[in-house]
């Protein structure tokens, strides 16, 4: 049974940074991607960032490259996303989720129909 398992959201201010860990356990191939999304209220969800296992290949969104940065340790089967000079815009619950890697996708633009496993979010705020 594949779980993915968020954590690190919480109440930050302007400026400030928080780290987001994705445990992934019960998924056996080493070929895979991770994405990490998000969801304000009343938004659609949109990716933010993503790891393709396989080389290492990131993408990240116009809205957060230069301030975020996606990573993965491979012995504890964790991806991090490390979010720095976070925004009020910010504010949204995270989500992480696995794809299986299907050659001649373009995760670079692939949306959250794409992935086939999600964890439960956690909660990011940037308030003052």
């Known amino acids: 049974q594949v779980q993915l398992v968020e954590s690190g959201g919480g109440l930050v201010q302007p400026g400030g940074s928080l780290r987001l860990s994705c445990a992934v356990s019960g998924f056996t191939s080493d070929d895979h991607v991770i994405g990490w999304f998000r969801q304000a209220p009343g938004k659609e969800r949109e990716k933010v960032s993503c790891f393709i296992t396989r080389d290492g290949t990131t993408y990240y969104s116009s809205s957060v490259k230069g301030r975020f940065t996606i990573s993965r340790d491979s012995a504890k089967n964790t991806v991090y996303l490390q979010m720095n000079s976070l925004k009020p815009e910010d504010t949204a619950v995270y989500y992480c989720?696995?794809?299986?890697?299907?050659?001649?996708?373009?995760?670079?633009?692939?949306?959250?129909?794409?992935?086939?496993?999600w964890g439960q979010g956690t909660q990011v705020t940037v308030s003052s």
């Open positions: 989720a696995l794809d299986r890697y299907v050659p001649g996708v373009h995760y670079g633009l692939a949306g959250p129909y794409e992935y086939d496993y």
